[in-house]
């Protein structure tokens, strides 16, 4: 069993080497900007070595990040969770509308890839608390907003308070898709 100390060691070090090789940078440029030898910057990337506070903070300074953000222990140790559009909830939302709804038990949010083929419309007008962000990332959509009418083009952001009535419409020749979030979960 590997001692505490020395995994913490050993994850410091694999934290520093993806910054570095996230900033595309060498172990020379890095060494060089922070005033540390290469061989003590190697063995502290490989876990071997033990650091000081302030060489620790000149690393952090460097890379523009908060000590403790360094720091910070991923006691999950969990990735990113990657899901394929077909994979994600199903929700009924009108003919010619595909309304996948990615589940999320972590954000207090909930994401919604919004397709509309042309002509197609939701089948109801809905109003629910909280706010409504969407990005148009292909074609053209129109938002129906309590009273009125908004076109919201390819990529172009909207966002809007989401008490009152509101609905999307296709009225282009093209599919139309939009990436949706609402910071009140509906679904």
Do not use: C
Not at 109 to 114: D, I
């Amino acid at each position: 069993m590997t001692p505490p100390n020395e995994e913490r060691q050993r994850r410091l070090g694999e934290r520093l080497r993806r910054l570095r090789h996230l900033r595309k940078l060498t172990i020379e440029q890095v060494a060089g900007e922070v005033d540390l030898s290469m061989s003590f910057l190697s063995m502290l990337e490989r876990g071997q070595a033990d650091i000081s506070l302030s060489r620790f903070s000149r690393l952090a300074d460097f890379y523009k990040i908060s000590a403790s953000e360094l720091l910070v222990e991923d006691e999950t140790g969990a990735g990113p969770t990657i899901v394929e559009p077909e994979r994600l909830q199903l929700i009924d939302r009108g003919e010619g509308v595909t309304y996948r709804l990615l589940q999320s038990d972590y954000s207090g949010a909930q994401a919604v890839l919004v397709t509309l083929e042309p002509g197609a419309s939701f089948r109801d007008v809905l109003a629910h608390k909280g706010r409504d962000f969407g990005w148009v990332i292909s074609g053209e959509l129109v938002l129906l907003y309590s009273d009125r009418e908004y076109v919201i083009e390819a990529r172009q952001f909207v966002e809007y308070d989401a008490s009152k009535p509101h609905a999307l419409r296709n009225d282009g020749e093209q599919r139309a898709e939009m990436i949706a979030f609402m910071n009140s979960p509906y679904w």
